[in-house]
């Protein structure tokens, strides 16, 4: 779940105008000529708006007063020339504002989605689904929103408040003065309505956040869902995050409905006043009526432009929440870079070496001064309980985290020194919980070698015994694998993960309990697989089941983030130690569980 203390743009309320001059900037220069065009339409569009008020001294003087038919035509027909030209300009500027919008939004998705991929793995771990998605789809919509309102503001609403303004001050000053005492009490009002819309922006943005987060879970725990029968508890959470953003829906949209009676009764006590000294004038001062009424059309036309202009403070402030949690996201620099200049990695012999290695998950030690060795071209297997430091040694060595202290070397080269790039193509991994994407098993495959042939990945798919179970498929190799692999069984998953692994052919292997959760037919395939796969490569092994292992060059078993042990299955066993107590416990449990007696193996 996302924490909202930890934005921290959010906790700069008065930054508004740095939020967008910063947004404006970025997505303006490559836009400038279609912008432009948008503003020519702009223009008309005010233009046409002030000539319709302006034309109203004559509707007045040349049609009512003095009776002239020949100008009834002019000035019908100006008219229809004047309002021609405003549809057609509106049609042009919203289509240009359109596609610019856009195309906003579809670059700062892209760049938001590469700023993810960039990230290290401990940012991702502390993020949820739902923060991610918030920040990718609210974020650049609410940035297209802010340009737009920007614009428009610019273009359409400030040209035309001015021209008609203009037309006021012509046809009479003092009206206009009297008209103007409104903008006070209005600028007050809006400023009050501003700082309550941004808070409960802020508060809708989190519980949209806990709508994805409660979506995840339900997509990814269905089976756990199903069998405790937790329905309930889970409509329960997701209703009580809807009710939550539906009630902060409903406090903005009060407040920001608030602009329009505010406008409607300042408006309508300027129009009252007007009215009243206009009145006045043209009865009693025998004052040209024809200004007048174009006075008081274009006071009438200014109000629509007027009361968006109110509107846009409140409206940015809603809008301007989910820029800047999109901006914290584009700011967020990741923190496992390469040093300047870094080499590629070569490999040699492939030997692997942790040197008095120290991490921490938050406060949580892992590893506590780790030391050992994994000699190029031979297997090493990792052994101990579940919380020993077994998978954490495989995430320090692809580099997901740095260790707080110590060194981890490949050939000598301190993979901190290395490019994290050259790091990675260099080592392959089969997990327990092997990932599929939903994408054909050929392109699953095809991820260990984005270069390699059809030939390639068949061949692949031979060495791990998957090419016969792909061809049963009905669609072969071009099958959806399905999210995370949901249309094959565990085996063939795996048999898929290692055909990946073989195409990748790298020089360190890692398989983190591969066979830990198949039956004996699918582990007999999956086991002659990995066989092929491990053959000539420096292998590192993580076992829960010690008979897996007993074939390994050489075994360390860990206890608590230290080595405790380490030597050949034999030399370990003899020396009755942890790893005889964890070998005996180990086949006596599985013996019991087959309803026989069975001695240790030695």
């Not at 509106?90 to 998705?109: E, F, K, P």
């Not at 202009?309 to 409140?314: D, E, G, T």
């Not at 993960?497 to 999956?526: H, Q």
């Not at 292992?549 to 080595?563: E, F, N, P, S, W």
Request: some cysteine; overall charge neutral.
């Amino acid at each position: 779940m996302m924490n909202p203390a930890k934005w921290q743009l959010l906790q700069d309320p008065d930054g508004t105008y740095q939020v967008v001059k910063r947004l404006v900037l970025e997505n303006t220069r490559q836009y400038m000529a279609r912008y432009g065009l948008a503003f020519f339409f702009m223009a008309l569009v005010a233009g046409s708006t002030a000539a319709s008020a302006w034309i109203m001294r004559d509707v007045i003087n040349e049609v009512f007063v003095n009776r002239d038919p020949m100008m009834v035509y002019v000035i019908a027909a100006t008219v229809v020339g004047i309002f021609l030209v405003k549809g057609a300009a509106s049609y042009g500027q919203m289509v240009v504002l359109a596609r610019i919008g856009n195309d906003i939004v579809a670059t700062l998705q892209k760049t938001l989605f590469r700023r993810i991929t960039e990230q290290d793995t401990a940012y991702l771990d502390e993020k949820s689904l739902g923060d991610l998605s918030v920040r990718v789809n609210q974020g650049a919509n609410d940035a297209r929103a802010v340009m737009d309102m920007v614009m428009v503001t610019l273009g359409r609403d400030v040209l035309t408040l001015v021209a008609l303004v203009g037309v006021m001050l012509l046809q009479d000053p003092v009206l206009s003065m009297i008209a103007l005492v409104i903008m006070p009490p209005a600028v007050l009002a809006v400023t009050v309505l501003i700082k309550r819309v941004r808070k409960h922006a802020r508060q809708q943005i989190v519980s949209s956040a806990k709508i994805m987060s409660v979506l995840q879970e339900t997509a990814l725990g269905a089976r756990v869902i199903k069998a405790f029968a937790i329905e309930p508890f889970m409509r329960a959470r997701m209703d009580a995050a809807v009710d939550d953003v539906r009630k902060q829906a409903d406090k903005i949209a009060a407040l920001t409905a608030r602009t329009s009676p505010l406008m409607e009764t300042l408006g309508g006590c300027a129009v009252g006043l007007v009215i009243l000294y206009g009145g006045y004038a043209v009865v009693e001062l025998d004052q040209d009526p024809g200004a007048f009424f174009s006075f008081i059309t274009a006071l009438l036309l200014a109000y629509d432009p007027a009361k968006r202009l109110a509107r846009l403070q409140v409206n940015l402030s809603k809008s301007l929440v989910g820029v800047r949690i999109m901006y914290e996201l584009i700011d967020d620099k990741p923190v496992l870079v390469d040093q300047d200049g870094a080499p590629p990695l070569e490999i040699r012999t492939g030997e692997v070496e942790f040197k008095d290695v120290d991490f921490s998950y938050g406060e949580s030690p892992a590893l506590r001064g780790l030391s050992l060795v994994a000699s190029g071209g031979q297997t090493t297997a990792l052994v101990g309980a579940s919380g020993a430091g077994k998978s954490t040694l495989f995430a320090l060595l692809e580099r997901f985290y740095d260790p707080g202290s110590g060194r981890i070397s490949i050939d000598g080269q301190d993979i901190r020194a290395v490019s994290l790039n050259s790091l990675r193509r260099q080592i392959a991994v089969v997990s327990q919980d092997t990932f599929l994407f939903d994408v054909s098993l050929r392109d699953n495959i095809a991820l260990g070698c984005r270069e390699a042939t059809d030939a390639q990945i068949e061949q692949a798919a031979r060495d791990a015994n998957a090419h016969d179970f792909i061809l049963e498929l009905p669609r072969g190799y071009d099958t959806p694998a399905g999210l995370g692999g949901a249309n094959l069984s565990g085996g063939q998953r795996q048999r898929i993960a290692i055909a990946r692994a073989m195409l990748r052919d790298a020089p360190v292997l890692l398989l983190d309990e591969a066979t830990s959760a198949l039956d004996a037919e699918s582990e007999s395939k999956v086991q002659s697989a990995l066989a092929r796969l491990m053959k000539g490569r420096t292998t590192l092994v993580i076992a829960h089941r010690l008979s897996t292992v007993r074939h390994a060059d050489r075994i360390y078993v860990l206890d608590r983030g230290k080595v405790a042990e380490s030597g050949t299955h034999a030399d370990l066993y003899a020396k009755d130690g942890v790893y005889r107590r964890l070998c005996d416990l180990q086949f006596q449990t599985e013996a019991a569980a087959a309803g026989q007696k069975k001695p240790a193996a030695e």
